[in-house]
């Protein structure tokens, strides 16, 4: 089974794309004619079912013609260039951020494009529009208002959303609105697309016209079957080409006088009465001045669109592709994507190729740990798409049958059927919940792919249903996801090349010969592409060289693979039976072994792939568990020879090791990550005992603070009682130095004739007394007197530093002078 080809580049990209590169156009039909892409790229496409996945992605797109758009621009995949694709996946990117700011304006359902586009073809025809072409610009319109104002509104939080949302800011900025058209449609065109009857004068007149006439013909047509007493059960009204008539039975004849518009056998007779002619002719008339009245405002309408048709048209093409950037942007986020890095292999190829790490032994699993500049391809725990959009929907429909079954039986038992107790029921229930349980459980198994930069062919081996194709095609569909600006499918960050050809034999069911001639006829044609991009193209083979004798078919498969690794495609990946190819890597270093697991325990495939081991024979094993009997087991064994029993062992051992490796290296990994998370706690808690430590001191500050402020207080207390009573001491022997000043007074007045010295001596003694007491310093509480005022005050705080001290006296705060204050010995 040899390849058809994908080439990309030496195809003649579609004209409708010319338009399609800087803004998206209205589309033309899905998928190109043969005209504008061959055959071959057509069929390889198909192989790897490429038409599904953008089916899938362009069902999250929320207009027709995003769909179409979507479609379009997925399907010419070998048209875009490296630059392209990584602009795609910007953008991708950008409307990822913005469904994931809660932007309510990237639903696009709410947009009739095909209505718009109707408008605009009509408009530039000369044709006047309908209303619900009018109204379907104006939702254009201000569903572009919307986006733009949330745009706005993110920008007023940062200018780093601009850079966040690039490139669909400048874009989504750029738009026009044209409020003004707006304004005009909706005042003369209701939400339903009618005519509103403001619109205009005439259509006013016209309207209230028809209404008038329509209600005097059913007064008339009510009295004609009322007094038709034969058969006014049998006779109803009814409009014919406009005309309201009258439809009777067969078998009666109406008994008024009237024009035979239709009959027939078994249906009855039109028969409009001669008495409603008059008014059937003048509301025909009315109606045409309805009709007349409504063109001239629509007509007003289209004439007011033409003036803006450029903006109206560029308008359309910017949400169509705003449309069809946010289905990829959907799509990626609930397959829960990842943004891939696209790289062009012409650069980091050589750079991969001259690290000291890669040579003959090298082994995969021993450099799990390298970082992703050193991989040709890093693609780990990737999913095929299809496989979960078809999990997905099963998990969606089952779901769903749940709720309807349990609606069904809610909206029984309300009508009096109680069916909840029914056995059978119950049952249903019940397996429709283990399902969803068990769809639930079986998620699609990832894949890894993780191939070195020196690796240019991957050989994989193993049994039949064990994942090889699926794993091929999983590659393949990653790289043209990536290339279209898609996420790729991984759980993790993955590094993919840009190929600019894709080589695709996959699922191929036809015959050696027919295959051969398949390639034969594209031989030339991969030729000419390999002289362009030798080294940026990739190759899928399944099952190479099979169809025919093992021998021959072996032969061919490694004379082909090793024309692939020498001067072939950037990376050749290839799944096969022949053990021959196997042996390739030990001969040649650009080589690389992988096999699916299997598990011989439960004789099914574990969808997983061995990195670095070859897939080994398992039919005679899986014969012997099945029950095979031995004598047919040992024959099979010697016919199959003693050393490929011998390398089937070694298989054995080095699968065996692998395992090993792998659950050592998951074990480290878990124990990587505890001591990762001991770490986390270890700063946990030492953070707290800091912050315990910090609060504590605190705490004791705090304490010691409010101790020395009770104890200031006591102190204080106690220094007033000791002045009080040194006070009252102090007056008390006043009184009786006074009293011995008296009587010495009255000796020294005896004793001396004049006055003067005694009066000289109080006042000394009295000066005296005023300077011991002015030179004694206030305590907080003490009330003083304060001369300037001429009042007392009490001592608030007391400065002895700078010699003054606050007072209040009534509602006033004084700073005074320790010398402008007499204490008065009074307390509060």
Known sequence: MFLPVLGFNSLPIPTAFAHFRPRLAPLRALYLPSAATSSVVSDSLKLLEWD?????????????????????????????????????????????????????????????????????????????????????????????????????????????????????????????????????????????????????????????????????????????????????????????????????????????????????????????????????????????????????????LTDKMLEEIDEIRSLLDTIIQLDAVAARAKFSIAYNGTFPNLYLPSYDDEIAKSDNYAGENFNIASLSHLPRRQWKLYMPKA?????????????????????????????RNMHGKNISADDDIKSHLESMKLRISQLEKDHPIPVDFMVSGKINVLVITGPNTGGKTISLKTVGLASLMAKTGIYVLASEPVKIPWFDAIYADIGDEQSLTQSLSTFSGHLKQIGVIRTRSTSKSLVLLDEVGAGTNPLEGAALGMSLLESFAETGSFLTIVTTHHGELKTLKYSNSEFENACVEFDEESLKPTFKILWGVPGRSNAINVAERLGLPHMILESARKLHGTASAEINEVIIDMERFKQNFQQTLQEAQQHLMSSKKLRESLSLA????????????????????????????????????????????????????????????????????????????????????????????????????????????????VETSKGVILVQAGNLKLRIKLTDTRSQQLRR
């Open 383 to 411: 999913h095929h798409p299809l496989l979960l959009q078809r999990h997905r929907e099963n998990l969606i429909n089952a779901r769903k049958d749940l709720v309807n079954a349990t609606s069904d039986i809610r909206r």
């Open 686 to 797: 030492k953070l707290k005992i800091s912050d315990h430590v910090v609060l504590q001191k605190k705490r004791k500050v705090k304490a010691v603070s409010d101790s020395a402020a009770i104890a200031r207080s006591i102190l204080r207390s106690k220094m007033q009682q000791y002045r009080e009573s040194a006070i009252a001491e102090k007056a008390s022997e006043n009184g009786d130095m006074e009293s011995n000043m008296k009587n010495s007074t009255e000796n020294i007045k005896q004793q001396q004739p004049s006055s003067v010295p005694t009066d000289r001596a109080r006042q000394k003694d009295i000066s005296n007394a005023v300077a011991e007491e002015q030179t004694r310093i206030p305590e907080i509480g003490d009330i003083v007197h304060v001369a300037s005022l001429n009042k007392q005050a009490t001592v608030l705080k």
């Open 52 to 300: 599904k996945v953008c089916d899938a992605v362009s069902s999250f797109a929320g207009t027709v013609l995003g769909r179409e758009a979507t479609k379009e621009m997925l399907w010419d995949v070998e048209g875009l260039s490296y630059e392209e694709s990584k602009k795609l996946l910007e953008e991708t990117a950008a409307a990822v951020e913005l469904i994931n700011y809660g932007a309510g304006g990237v639903d696009f359902t709410g947009v009739d494009t095909v209505l718009v586009k109707s408008a605009i073809d009509r408009a530039c025809r000369g044709f006047s529009l309908d209303g619900s072409e009018a109204m379907a610009v104006v939702c254009l319109i201000q569903f572009a208002e919307c986006l733009q104002i949330t745009l706005k509104t993110a920008l007023k939080e940062g200018a780093e959303w601009y850079n966040r949302f690039m490139p669909l800011s400048q874009l989504i900025l750029n738009i026009v609105i044209n409020r003004s058209f707006v304004k005009l449609v909706q005042q003369v065109i209701d939400e339903d697309g009618s005519v509103k009857d403001s619109a205009s004068s005439d259509l006013k007149r016209s309207r209230e016209q028809v209404r008038v006439l329509e209600r005097k013909l059913f007064q008339l047509m009510d009295k004609l079957v009322r007094s038709d007493k034969n058969g006014a059960s049998s006779s109803e009204v009814c409009l014919v080409n406009g005309r309201c008539c009258i439809k009777a039975l067969a078998d009666h004849s109406a008994s008024f006088d009237g024009l035979l518009l239709s009959s027939g056998s078994g249906v009855g007779s039109m028969i409009e009465p001669i008495a409603a002619i008059p008014l059937n002719d003048e509301l025909q008339q009315a109606r045409i001045l309805v009709a007349k009245a409504e063109e001239n405002v629509l007509s007003g």
